[in-house]
């Protein structure tokens, strides 16, 4: 157990342009999260799955981002047409059956 | 909704000095309620966590009770070192399966020898 995993750890991009990361869950757990972080702010959820099954969407997440988890296994979430607002920690975070989160240690995005 | 409010920081102390970072929350249910520290340029870890009325969680010499009469959940430690400088975030999760964490917005500790 290699506990969770984010690739890329830093993106720097240019406004207007797609970000895509990664997040590789602990392998037992079904339930994945993404959340993202601003400057002084706590966490702020976004998303989740349970498997496959995206099950909620927060109001944050705006059109131009998308999360799959192809088989249950890892997600992605792509933001398009990236904005300087979008600049953030964007956070994955597991879960098992007894309230066990854990999270992994962020993809940092910069957009200039 | 659900919300949680912890007092803000930044709080400065000198080692072995007490801490309390206050936390309270609302909710409509029964939530479980944790603390979760994050060191700089690194990811969460859960400190510690209470799931019901009148727990307490404890690691790493921190603790914290679950008052429901007074929606609580204050973080202490009786003697802080200069590896606990940290941000700290107090969260809820209601009970429902799949319910994601809510966070408060951190407090920053600092402190130095």
């Known amino acids: 157990d290699t506990g969770v995993s984010q690739n890329p750890r830093h993106k720097i991009t240019k406004r207007g342009q797609n970000v895509t990361f990664r997040c590789d869950p602990i392998s037992e757990h079904n339930r994945l999260y993404w959340y993202r972080q601003t400057l002084g702010q706590g966490p702020e959820f976004l998303t989740y799955f349970q498997n496959e099954a995206q099950l909620e969407k927060s109001r944050l997440l705006s059109d131009r981002f998308s999360a799959e988890r192809p088989k249950g296994s890892f997600s992605t979430l792509e933001i398009q047409r990236t904005e300087q607002g979008d600049s953030a920690m964007y956070l994955c975070?597991?879960?098992?059956?007894?309230?066990?989160?854990?999270f992994g240690s962020g993809t940092r995005l910069t957009v200039v | 909704g659900d919300s949680v409010t912890q007092m803000e920081g930044p709080v400065t102390l000198s080692e072995e000095a007490f801490l309390t970072i206050n936390c309270t929350y609302t909710?409509?249910?029964?939530?479980?309620l944790f603390w979760y520290v994050q060191y700089p340029g690194e990811g969460l870890q859960l400190l510690l966590k209470a799931t019901k009325a009148d727990d307490k969680g404890s690691n790493k010499g921190f603790e914290a009770t679950y008052r429901k009469e007074t929606t609580s959940f204050h973080l202490e430690k009786g003697s802080v070192q200069v590896s606990d400088s940290a941000v700290y975030f107090c969260?809820?999760?209601?009970?429902?399966?799949?319910?994601?964490?809510?966070f408060g917005k951190g407090t920053t500790l600092s402190v130095s020898s």
């Open positions: 975070a597991s879960r098992g059956d007894y309230y066990g989160y854990t």
């Open positions: 909710a409509t249910g029964y939530p479980s």
């Open positions: 969260a809820l999760s209601e009970r429902q399966a799949g319910t994601a964490l809510i």
